[in-house]
């Protein structure tokens, strides 16, 4: 979970911790208050028929899966990606990485965001 501040840029770095020189940064994405939105949108649309604390649940379960071994499945994973909120961002350095996120519930008191 992240504390949200209204009107800062969320920069995630991501890391390549294996390295034997120590954590490598293999790049960064940052993200402003409005793309942030963008995804909490894409998050409360996704899957519909599906409970709306469920949503978290099943964008860990979807990162979790082995990775795809045809075209094919490789489509319908990333298909699966999109319809839990997730977007693909290109990252500083190159390549890219697929982030979803979901805001947590008012009602719990928590001015919180989570983020896979």
């Known amino acids: ?38 995804h909490f949108m894409l998050s409360r649309e996704a899957n519909p028929h599906v409970r709306r604390n469920s949503v978290p649940v099943m964008q860990i379960v979807q990162m979790s899966t082995p990775p795809p071994r045809t075209v094919a499945q490789e489509q319908q994973q990333i298909k699966q990606l ?21 805001e947590q519930a008012e009602d719990a008191g928590l001015d919180e965001i989570s983020c896979c």
Do not use: C, Y
């Not at 009107?7 to 409005?34: K, P, Y």
């Not at 999109?82 to 979901?102: S, V």
């Open 1 to 38: 979970s992240v504390e949200w501040r209204p009107n800062t840029m969320l920069r995630i770095e991501v890391r390549d911790i294996s390295s034997a020189f120590g954590g490598v940064s293999l790049g960064s994405v940052s993200l402003d208050d409005s793309a942030l939105e963008r």
């Open 82 to 102: 999109k319809d839990l909120g997730f977007e693909q961002h290109r990252l500083t350095d190159g390549g890219a990485i697929w982030l979803a996120f979901h």
